[in-house]
């Protein structure tokens, strides 16, 4: 009876007899403490060749940074570089983001990029350049805007 005693109490959250005097945080035989979690670091990992996606719309630039795998190394975008309006859309603005987006590519250990290129804004251009200049080196340029192939279907014809 007392067996089914000490079953209820360490159930119901009590302390095992073993364990009575010992610390809490104390790892013993039997009651040994969970270990803290340590948080995870992506900062060390050091990726040498990425994949840069380019969108270039008519109101915005959306430029990010993925490993060969398709996770994101880095990203910017126009009104994260404190563009705001139709200033976003420039080309200044596309160059501005692509350097920032570079910048912390170069800082995890990228040097040889493919660039994807999607959409037709102004700042297509000018965000290959500045990714260039920011020290990367590219191996690829391709254009991967959708086409659609027969367009949309016509609206029905109109009866008089």
Do not use: Y
Not at 22 to 39: D, F, N, V
């Amino acid at each position: 009876m007392a067996e089914a005693k000490d079953k209820g109490e360490e159930q119901a959250g009590g302390k095992p007899e073993g364990a009575a005097n010992a610390p809490e945080g104390a790892a013993g035989a039997e009651g040994a403490a969970r270990p803290t979690r340590q948080p995870r670091v992506r900062a060390g990992r050091v990726i040498p060749f990425g994949i840069v996606h380019i969108r270039a719309t008519f109101n915005n630039t959306i430029i990010s940074i993925s490993d060969a795998k398709g996770g994101v190394v880095a990203w910017s975008t126009s009104g994260r570089a404190g563009f705001k309006g139709s200033r976003k859309s420039t080309a200044f603005a596309a160059s501005v983001v692509a350097q920032e987006a570079a910048r912390q590519a170069v800082s995890r250990g990228m040097q040889e990029v493919e660039v994807r290129v999607q959409g037709p804004g102004a700042g297509r251009e000018s965000a290959i350049r500045a990714l260039q200049s920011a020290g990367l080196n590219i191996s690829m340029i391709k254009d991967v805007t959708p086409m659609p192939h027969n367009g949309c279907r016509p609206r029905k014809r109109r009866r008089v």
